[in-house]
């Protein structure tokens, strides 16, 4: 299983990009990467994917590097209501079926 | 349309007891996974079924236990419950076993006394 490394908490004001790096140096040949945000007594909520390069859809982007052992979540001009908890998670289709696996997630914090 | 939808919301338990919660997949979603998630903590993997078959099952212990029905609902029961069960257990679907990505309802919250 790749291991997983994203900064424990940050901090961001209102109308800020605000970027979040996971590391994830074992990925393995086809994991894909996974952003999901959750807020207090909901379920996560998915947010972008990709498997290499750059993705974007209407809340994020995604920028995965060449060797893919690391990616970075984009959140254009972010608002109070982004302050949530936000996990990166690295997998695939192969074995165990669905099986996500979480870390401890970044607490990202918008303030006025 | 509806998302994925876990009943009740919130259970309170005793030390012992045994309890069944509920989940109810996406229309046209056949794969569904089961998670716990303590307090401050990301979620962890118990179950996922597909097609009425266990496709993959976390480190828990064989009192965690689930099913899933010909319509693709599902349930999770735990027996004899401890303390450290109290946590928020959430139910995720998709489309198929493999395909992302995975939908989560808002859980149930299980509180143990």
């Known amino acids: 299983l790749a291991k997983i490394t994203q900064p424990i908490s940050m901090d961001s004001y209102e109308g800020q990009e605000v970027n979040i790096t996971c590391s994830h140096n074992n990925i393995a040949t086809n994991d894909y990467i996974t952003w999901y945000q959750q807020f207090p007594s909901q379920g996560p909520r998915f947010i972008i994917q990709?498997?290499?390069t750059k993705v974007t859809n209407e809340v994020a982007s995604l920028f995965i590097p060449a060797d893919r052992k690391s990616s970075t979540l984009s959140l254009p001009r972010v608002s109070l209501s982004d302050t949530a908890v936000y996990y990166c998670?690295?997998?695939?289709?192969?074995?165990?079926?669905?099986?996500?696996?979480f870390g401890t997630g970044t607490q990202l914090k918008v303030e006025l | 349309d509806a998302g994925v939808t876990q009943s009740p919301t919130h259970l309170i338990k005793t030390r012992g007891q045994q309890v069944t919660l509920r989940c109810s997949p996406i229309?046209?979603?056949?794969?569904v996974s089961w998670y716990q998630q303590v307090l401050g903590q990301g979620p962890q993997f118990i179950f996922q079924y597909y097609e009425k078959e266990e496709r993959g099952r976390g480190n828990f212990p064989d009192r965690f236990s689930a099913r899933q029905f010909p319509n693709y609902s599902s349930e999770l029961n735990v027996n004899a419950l401890l303390l450290g069960d109290s946590a928020l257990y959430l139910c995720a679907s998709s489309l198929a076993e493999g395909t992302w990505p995975q939908h989560f309802g808002d859980g149930t919250r299980l509180s143990i006394l």
């Open positions: 990709g498997y290499k």
């Open positions: 998670l690295v997998g695939g289709s192969t074995g165990g079926g669905n099986k996500l696996t």
């Open positions: 229309s046209g979603h056949k794969s």
